[in-house]
């Protein structure tokens, strides 16, 4: 069974850094494509940013992008984004999400809240 | 970046009721359409991915139509465990962007 967990959210204040990963189980972490997308408190999806099974292409959303770093390390089957110069906006739950063969967002963690606030 | 348009923003349905929900996209993606679902607190739900695609597990009463710009699910005969909110998402070309969001209320 796949299993995706995320960890590492919490309280920042503005300005901040935070490093969110993501463990992965029950398939061949090395061969998939990961992503990952936020929701702000009663607010809608929004895709954050997504690395290929090696980890040598990588995009982000332009709202994330100088500030946020996804990694991967394929021998200990996680995955990471690394947050800094945090901001309110950024507060959100976020989550990490496989790519289906299908190359969708079929298999979603539980999400780790991030909130960025003084 | 390609923008995703969805409608209604809520609908009010019945048990039972036809429910269809349209996307629209600023430019074609072809069929590069995926249709989720979501519930309070918990991660979003695969239903339907290259627009007409259903995705294993999910009802039949789930259904997906379209392409180039143009997109609806439909909901066949809506059910008690139905009643959440939609989100349609291009993955035609980074960055993907999501619809934002139809919430499905019981009337």
């Known amino acids: 069974e796949v299993q995706l967990v995320e960890s590492g959210g919490g309280l920042v204040q503005p300005g901040g850094s935070l490093r969110l990963s993501c463990a992965a189980s029950g398939f061949t972490f090395s061969s998939y494509e990961m992503n990952w997308v936020r929701q702000a408190p009663g607010k809608g999806l929004e895709w954050v940013s997504y690395?290929?099974?090696?980890?040598?292409?990588?995009y982000y959303a332009d709202s994330v992008k100088g500030r946020f770093t996804i990694s991967r390390d394929n021998a200990k089957n996680s995955l990471y984004l690394q947050m800094n110069s945090l901001r309110a906006e950024d507060t959100a739950v976020y989550y990490c999400?496989?790519?289906?063969?299908?190359?969708?967002?079929?298999?979603w963690g539980q999400g780790t809240l991030v909130t960025v606030s003084s | 970046d390609i923008q995703m348009t969805q409608s209604p923003s809520t609908l009010s349905a019945s048990v039972g009721d036809r429910v269809t929900i349209t996307c629209r996209a600023s430019?074609?993606?072809?069929?590069?359409l995926a249709w989720y679902q979501q519930k309070p607190g918990k991660a979003p739900k695969l239903l339907i991915y290259?627009?007409?695609s259903l995705e294993s597990g999910v009802p039949s009463r789930f259904s997906g139509s379209g392409s180039g710009t143009e997109f609806t699910l439909t909901i066949s005969s809506l059910q008690p465990d139905d009643f959440a909110t939609y989100y349609c998402?291009?993955?035609?070309?980074?960055?993907?962007?999501f619809g934002q969001g139809t919430k499905v209320e019981i009337k």
């Open positions: 690395i290929s099974s090696s980890g040598s292409t990588i």
């Open positions: 430019q074609s993606i072809s069929s590069w």
């Open positions: 290259k627009a007409s």
């Open positions: 998402q291009q993955y035609n070309s980074f960055p993907w962007t």
């Open positions: 999400a496989r790519v289906t063969e299908q190359l969708v967002l079929g298999y």
